[in-house]
């Protein structure tokens, strides 16, 4: 609701207060009407303000393992929160890196300061920092719109291998040096996925399983490549 | 995957980093837990509908955080059984 609607609606209720009411209560009312005006401006400017803070419709939630800190990930942004939930404070995104929908987080095995986000059209972002900077972190990514990621750091000759499912591209994994995402393959038979986590259950094949949330419940597969 | 509700959506999955076995998989239809690697779910009574994220504290094996669509954050300290709205 725009602040002018309230106002225009106000001077129209006095108007027809005027007509209708003898003179002495004609001052009274008009004031009464101007404070039901000023009321409504100032209920209109707080939801504005309120929406400015408010974390919005909820995608990714990540606990931090070494301080217990929580982050989401929201339509609206990236939010980290200290105690537990109660609070949050928005992080500061680049504007080319701002997405309509921060969608999944995983956390670096190897330092909880550095975090990868997908993002619903702007492929993946990473903090090295603990989310005081950001950057693009797509090279090799076969789309922009990464629903989901996962970690795999099980193995500990390889402790840093990260996993993105695009939508309609399919499963992209890095590893190593982290220089480039390269497609694995189509992923889930159901390709709407919409988390994915790697677990530490041995698949007797020399590595472990990558379970994927989907539009039709939950598929496994194995992560051993 | 038998005690999920069959062709729902799931929104979110978190499993143990401690027990791999134990997993908590969020729908619109609710929370559910599973202690046999999804084998089977059960349906978490007191959680709230609508979980969008859920996510498990990698040093405290039975505290578990979820959010829901419109961005309400409950925690358990019971591995799920009771929720406690945090914001």
């Given at each position: ?24 209560w004609r001052r009274g009312l008009s004031i009464a009407a101007l ?87 702007r492929g993946v972002v990473r903090t090295t920092d603990g989310g ?94 | ?31 559910f837990k599973s202690t046999d690697a999804g084998g089977s779910w ?46």
């Amino acid at each position: 609701m725009g602040i002018n609607q309230p106002t225009e609606r106000g001077l129209h209720t006095m108007t027809q207060m005027t007509k209708r009411t003898p003179g002495r209560w004609r001052r009274g009312l008009s004031i009464a009407a101007l404070a039901a005006v000023i009321a409504l401006t100032l209920v209109t400017l707080g939801e504005t303000a309120g929406m400015a803070h408010d974390i919005g419709h909820l995608h990714a939630l990540l606990v931090s393992p070494t301080d217990a800190g929580l982050w989401i990930g929201t339509h609206n942004g990236l939010y980290r929160s200290s105690d537990e939930g109660k609070t949050w404070q928005p992080l500061n995104i680049p504007s080319d890196l701002a997405a309509m929908d921060f969608m999944s987080f995983v956390q670096d095995p190897t330092n909880p300061k550095v975090l990868y986000v997908g993002t619903h059209n702007r492929g993946v972002v990473r903090t090295t920092d603990g989310g005081q900077t950001w950057a693009a972190f797509s090279t090799g990514l076969g789309g922009p719109d990464v629903h989901a990621m996962a970690v795999d750091g099980y193995n500990p000759a390889q402790p840093r291998r990260l996993y993105a499912f695009v939508m309609d591209k399919g499963l992209y994994r890095i590893l190593g040096d982290l220089t480039e995402w390269k497609r694995v393959d189509d992923g889930p038979s159901n390709p709407d996925v919409r988390a994915l986590q790697a677990v530490n259950i041995p698949t007797g094949m020399g590595g472990i399983f990558l379970y994927a949330a989907t539009s039709e419940g939950i598929f496994r597969g194995p992560d051993c490549f | 995957m038998g005690g999920l509700p069959a062709n729902k959506t799931v929104y979110s999955f978190a499993a143990s980093a401690t027990d791999p076995k134990i997993m908590f998989a969020g729908l619109r239809e609710g929370a559910f837990k599973s202690t046999d690697a999804g084998g089977s779910w059960k349906k978490l009574a007191t959680a709230p509908k609508d979980v969008a994220a859920i996510a498990i504290d990698p040093t405290e094996p039975d505290a578990v955080f979820l959010g829901t669509a419109n961005g309400k954050i409950f925690k358990s300290t019971d591995g799920g059984q009771t929720w406690r709205r945090q914001n």
